[in-house]
């Protein structure tokens, strides 16, 4: 079974500054898809951005991107000129692709991104 | 295109009486999941359902949790007999039935109360 691991309950970052979120798992598995999630005070679960296991280059959207480390089996999210807005929780999740059906997303426990004004 | 929609928003229960929470997809979208946060954790999987079949209970409890996706109308997931430990939200996500798709479209959440 797959797990995924995030190894920082909370971090805090100054407004306008540059923040990473750690997330690691473990999976035997070769093709697989990896996000994340935001999830603000409102509860809505918010997808941030996407990882394709195949593709070496690092996925962005605008001032996220990720670090993928495919051997080291991590992926962080680097948030960029952090706002305010960008205050959450934050999931990491995995998807199998290699099982018909096996469609579920594994998430870690998250990170409690605080922004700083 | 409304997004997934879940309802109730908010659902108090006493203990032992039954809850139904109800989820509709996006438009087009023919693959249901529902997952359950538990207080300060992560979302954790329950069933996998597509139009008529279960196509993955792996993290559904053995007793008193049942989940249904009809020919028409929405998801239902039921929980019988609801006990404090049942208190959670219960997230709906959606996806459509094209091979490949990967990502999930989640609602708003259902968050169950029981006294």
């Known amino acids: 079974a797959q797990t995924v691991t995030q190894s920082q309950p909370e971090m805090s970052v100054q407004e306008a500054e540059t923040v990473t979120l750690s997330c690691t798992y473990d999976?035997?598995?070769?093709?697989?898809?990896l996000f994340w999630y935001k999830q603000p005070p409102s509860r809505q679960m918010i997808l941030v951005i996407r990882?394709?296991?195949?593709?070496?280059q690092n996925a962005t959207e605008n001032r996220f991107s990720v670090n993928f480390q495919k051997a080291a089996k991590s992926f962080s999210l680097k948030i960029s000129d952090s706002q305010l807005g960008d205050a959450a929780m934050y999931f990491c999740?995995?998807?199998?692709?290699?099982?018909?059906?096996?469609?579920?997303?594994?998430f870690g426990t998250g990170t409690r991104l605080t922004i700083i004004p | 295109n409304a997004g997934v929609m879940q309802n109730p928003r908010h659902l108090v229960r006493r203990r032992g009486q039954e809850a139904r929470l109800r989820c509709s997809p996006m438009?087009?979208?023919?693959?249901v999941y529902w997952y359950r946060q538990l207080p300060e954790e992560g979302l954790k999987f329950m069933v996998y359902?597509?139009?008529?079949?279960?196509?993955?209970e792996s993290g559904m409890p053995k007793e008193r949790f049942s989940a249904e996706f009809p020919k028409e109308g929405p998801s239902i997931l039921r929980i019988q007999q609801v006990v404090r430990g049942d208190s959670a939200a219960y997230f709906c996500?959606?996806?459509?039935?094209?091979?490949?798709?990967?990502?999930?479209?989640f609602g708003p959440g259902t968050r169950l109360t029981v006294t």
């Open positions: 359902l597509q139009k008529e079949n279960i196509i993955d």
């Open positions: 996500a959606s996806s459509p039935p094209l091979a490949g798709t990967y990502e999930q479209y």
């Open positions: 999740a995995y998807r199998s692709v290699s099982n018909f059906g096996n469609e579920k997303l594994t």
């Open positions: 999976t035997s598995e070769s093709d697989y898809y």
């Open positions: 990882q394709e296991a195949y593709k070496q």
């Open positions: 438009k087009g979208h023919s693959h």
